[in-house]
C-alpha cells in the first residue's frame, strides 16, 4: 500500500515536471522579447525546481537514495550512471544559475542565463526521459 502511494507520488511529480519543461520550451520557442526573456526565466526557476524534485522521488522511491538539496541530487544521480561527468557539470551549473535568477535580478546574468535555457531545456528533458515511469 505504502509503495502504490509512492509510486503514485513519483508520477504526479513526474507529470508536473513535464508539464513545467513543456512551458519552458513553449517560452523558448517564441520569438525574443524582453518580457519573453523574462517569462522564460521565470519558467526556468519553477522547472528546475520541478525536474530536481522529481528526481529526488525517483532516487529515493526506485534506488533507496535520499538528497535532500538540489547539487546532491545531481551528484546521486552521476552515481548510479543517470548522468555523465558532463552533464552533472552542467546540472551543478544550472543549479547555481537557477539561484542567481531567483535571489536577485541583474540585466547582464539575466542575459547570459537566458543563452543558456536551451541548454538546461535539454538535459532536463534527458534528465526526465531517463527516469519516465511506467505508467
Known sequence: MVEEIMVKLFA????NAVK?????????????????????????EYT????????????????????????ACMREAKKITLMDDEAVKLALEMIDDRNLTSHTYHEEVAEMIFKLLPLYSLLMKNILNKIKPGI
Open 12 to 15: 504526479e511529480k513526474y507529470e
Open 48 to 71: 528546475t525546481e520541478a525536474v530536481w524534485k522529481c528526481l529526488q522521488s525517483y532516487l529515493k522511491e526506485y534506488e533507496g537514495i535520499l538528497c535532500a538539496s538540489p547539487k
Open 20 to 44: 513545467a519543461l513543456n512551458t519552458l520550451e513553449e517560452a523558448l520557442n517564441t520569438e525574443y522579447s524582453s518580457f519573453v526573456q523574462d517569462a522564460s526565466i521565470q519558467r526556468f
